[in-house]
């Protein structure tokens, strides 16, 4: 796999029936490692390891529905009294980001109400705070760390 802009971190291995997979310490399990989860897997240890966020807040590819379709977001980190504090949307690093990753993350916040937005596809980061009322948001040069 590809080298990615984050920091390295200790990954787990396997293969089976040809097919590699990789260890998700939240989802405490081996995925099919396909390029979008190789970017998931640097972007959770950043969290971690970097922001500082416990694993216990941290929700990855879960459904949601929105408008009566089953969408899956990629990350997401609550807060200690469970509101949304981001969401992040993994691409993989052929994938551009472009205006529709934003509209698909921004349909995603309508149902959750994150403060916070995450676009990645491993090699280019995006990140925005968004103000609910204003129903606007502004871009950011980083995510904050995690804040009890």
């Not at 293969?15 to 998931?40: A, G, H, M, T």
């Not at 807040?57 to 408008?67: P, S």
């Not at 959750?112 to 950011?140: K, P, W």
Request: proline letters at 3%.
């Amino acid at each position: 796999m590809q080298d990615l802009n984050f920091p390295k971190f200790e990954y787990r291995l396997k293969s089976k029936e040809n097919k590699v997979s990789i260890f998700d310490v939240i989802r405490k399990k081996f995925i099919i490692l396909q390029p979008e989860e190789w970017v998931r897997q640097h972007c959770i240890h950043y969290l971690i390891n970097t922001k500082k966020y416990p694993k216990s807040l941290i929700n990855v590819e879960k459904e949601l529905v929105i408008n009566g379709l089953k969408k899956r977001y990629d990350i997401v980190i609550f807060n200690s009294d469970g509101s949304i504090h981001l969401i992040v949307e993994c691409k993989s690093p052929s994938i551009d980001i472009s205006q529709s990753t934003f509209d698909q993350i921004a349909r995603y916040n309508l149902a959750l109400n994150a403060s916070y937005l995450m676009v990645t596809n491993g090699l280019n980061h995006y990140y925005c705070q968004m103000d609910l009322v204003g129903e606007r948001y502004t871009f950011l040069k980083d995510i904050p760390s995690y804040k009890e």
